[in-house]
């Protein structure tokens, strides 16, 4: 098993910056891979990035990239999201996953552990 337990969210201006934080625990050997997503009232859960822990490699939504920045300490077991200029859309849950698989993925349902979530709210 993995835990996730995420930090950071809050409150900000649009075109302000946050920086979330995944901090992980149990066997966190096992996940290749550590996401974010984000749901925002009324809308399905949404990819947002995804870190690879055997090479680092990345990958970002479209409505995300050149804003966002996902990176991973893996000594720390944790993964951080980087946000900048941020839009009142970016409002929503933002939610850390792990998933077991090697593969890039993007779809929620291929994350095997997810944490409880954190708010984060973009005002115009």
């Known amino acids: 098993q993995v835990q996730l337990v995420e930090s950071g969210g809050g409150l900000v201006q649009a075109g302000g910056s946050l920086t979330l934080s995944c901090s992980a625990s149990?066997?966190?050997?096992?996940?290749?891979?550590m996401g974010w997503f984000r749901q925002a009232p009324g809308k399905e859960r949404e990819f947002v990035a995804v870190v690879r822990r055997t090479d680092s490699r990345t990958y970002y939504a479209d409505s995300v990239k050149g804003r966002f920045t996902i990176s991973r300490d893996n000594a720390k077991n944790t993964v951080y999201l980087q946000s900048n200029s941020l839009k009142p859309e970016d409002t929503a849950i933002y939610y850390c996953?792990?998933?077991?698989?090697?593969?890039?993925?993007?779809?929620?349902?291929?994350?095997?552990?997810w944490g409880q979530g954190t708010q984060v709210t973009v005002s115009s």
């Open positions: 996953a792990a998933t077991t698989r090697f593969a890039i993925l993007t779809a929620p349902e291929d994350y095997d552990y």
């Open positions: 149990g066997r966190t050997s096992g996940p290749y891979s």
